[in-house]
């Protein structure tokens, strides 16, 4: 739901916009952190960072992004984004597929201990 956010041990999110197949979110990565690596069964996603540096990992292969960059990551890659500066990094997320649930997370690694064993 438009609005909808939550804080999460590597900062926060927050639902810009969404609709029939598809989400758009602000991502806040705080210094030193970094999202779980993981993959969606349901979606895909496109990242565009709008402050700070973002270091990506997508299917193993590291990627640096600067303001304005964006990359794209298919249904079923796994990814993560981590923020190795002293500044938040702020990404837009635009999620497509056919559901855009926060449930569809298989996580592979996490530094927080959310990997449902």
Known sequence: MIGDSAVRPWG???????????KVKRIVVEPGARLSYQTHEHRAE?????????TCV??????VLYVA?????????PHRITNEHDEPLIIIEVQHGTYTGED????????YGRIEV
């Open 12 to 22: 926060s999110w927050q639902v810009l916009d969404e609709g029939d197949g598809f």
């Open 46 to 54: 496109h990242w565009t960072v709008v402050s700070g540096v973002a």
């Open 58 to 63: 997508i299917d193993g292969d590291v990627r």
């Open 69 to 77: 960059d964006s990359v794209n990551v298919a249904i079923g890659e």
């Open 104 to 111: 569809d997370i298989c996580r592979l690694e996490d530094d």
